[in-house]
């Protein structure tokens, strides 16, 4: 095993779908094969969206039962609740004292606001609460409380990640050399997934294959795919066709071969090819069906499991605090 420490947070807020799972979970859980990974549900962080106790509990354990089912290693992988770590809020009050404002100002997600904001006539601020304004602050003490080394993230998150490289900097000029400096690695392997329309496949787009859909559900979905006009005679291409991008990622190398040589030899349409999509994904996406709708059936087994990460969690997250608390206070 690396000794690199790798760390990643999800927001609880929302349903995973396809590009979601290749794109960002799938290589997660690869990742936490062979390395120490602090893998948590920033439960904290959905707070400036959601204001619905319910609906964030409800969607912090579909994110834990994803990825039990998935077949996270939960031996080399810490998986625990945000707000079960008291010091992660007391380090993000530490933190906001060598944090410069207009660090803030310049944060995506912050700037991304105003933008949207401006677009629709409104005040700049309109909307915006402090928990969205300061949340490179709090993803700062996430990441610098474990020690970590490594943010896998998609290119959306890596602003945020080198501000928490940069708070570490500060902090460390003021106060002796007391955390680490993490760096983002950006997940390109696997490319960009398309959805029905063609386009990346993305929530924004109203385009995406639900996860963990229903099998009747998951097939009208891919039923829906858009594709060409070409007829079962014609040669089609599987480099521009969607049900082919799919197919790559769920197919073994052999069958990959196979469905690109259907493709382009005449004889086979797109409903068939289709169908052969479907019976792979659902294939794959069964087990994975059953054993979140297991853990979902029963949320103590989550429960336990969750206790368990924090409690490992908070060993580290202590000793960080502890430091740092000294450096500052005394
Ligand atoms: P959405 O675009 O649906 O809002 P998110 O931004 O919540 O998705 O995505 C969470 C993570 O899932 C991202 O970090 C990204 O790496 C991955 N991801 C999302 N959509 C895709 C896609 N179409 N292809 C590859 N990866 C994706
Ligand atoms: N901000 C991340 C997102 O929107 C989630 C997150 C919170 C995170 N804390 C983190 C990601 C720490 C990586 C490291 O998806």
Redesign the pocket.
């Known amino acids: 095993m690396s000794e690199k420490i790798v760390l990643t947070g999800?927001?609880p807020?929302?349903t995973p779908?396809i590009?979601?799972y290749?794109?960002?979970?799938k290589p997660l859980i690869e990742m936490a094969r062979s390395n120490r990974t602090f893998m948590f549900i920033a439960d904290l962080h959905a707070l400036n969206i959601i204001h619905d106790a319910a609906q964030i509990r409800q969607h912090t354990y579909e994110i834990a039962a994803l990825l039990i089912a998935m077949g996270l290693d939960l031996n080399n992988a810490v998986l625990f609740r945000q707000s079960d770590i008291v010091q992660v809020s007391q380090l993000s009050t530490m933190l906001m004292n060598v944090t410069p404002k207009g660090l803030m100002n310049r944060a995506h997600s912050y700037k991304a606001a105003m933008d949207k904001n401006m677009a629709a006539g409104l005040d700049t601020d309109a909307g915006v609460n402090m928990g969205l304004y300061t949340y490179p602050v709090l993803m700062a003490a996430d990441i610098l409380l474990y020690g970590t080394d490594i943010v896998p993230?998609?290119?959306?998150?890596k602003q945020h990640v080198e501000f928490a490289r940069d708070i570490a900097g500060y902090f460390n000029h003021i106060y002796g050399n007391v955390f680490k400096l993490p760096e983002p690695v950006i997940?390109q392997s696997?490319?960009?997934?398309?959805?029905l329309d063609g386009r990346?496949?993305?929530?924004?787009?109203d385009n995406?294959i639900p996860l963990l859909a229903p099998e009747n559900e998951l097939k009208k979905k891919i039923m829906r795919i858009i594709t060409d006009s070409k007829t079962p005679d014609d040669v089609k291409d599987p480099d521009t066709s969607t049900i082919f991008q799919l197919y790559t990622h769920f197919a073994t190398d052999d069958e990959i071969a196979d469905f690109r040589q259907k493709l382009m030899t005449p004889g086979m349409g797109y409903g068939t090819a289709k169908t052969i999509l479907f019976d792979k994904i659902n294939a794959v996406l069964t087990p994975v069906r059953n054993e979140y709708e297991r853990l979902m059936a029963n949320p103590s087994e989550i429960d336990a499991i969750l206790a368990d990460g924090a409690a490992r969690a908070r060993a580290v997250a202590a000793q960080t605090y502890d430091r740092v608390h000294h450096a500052m206070l005394g």
């Open positions: 999800i927001k807020t929302g779908h590009g979601n290749v794109g960002a979970l993230c998609g290119a959306d998150q997940g696997t490319g960009i997934i398309p959805g990346k496949m993305s929530k924004s787009y995406t």
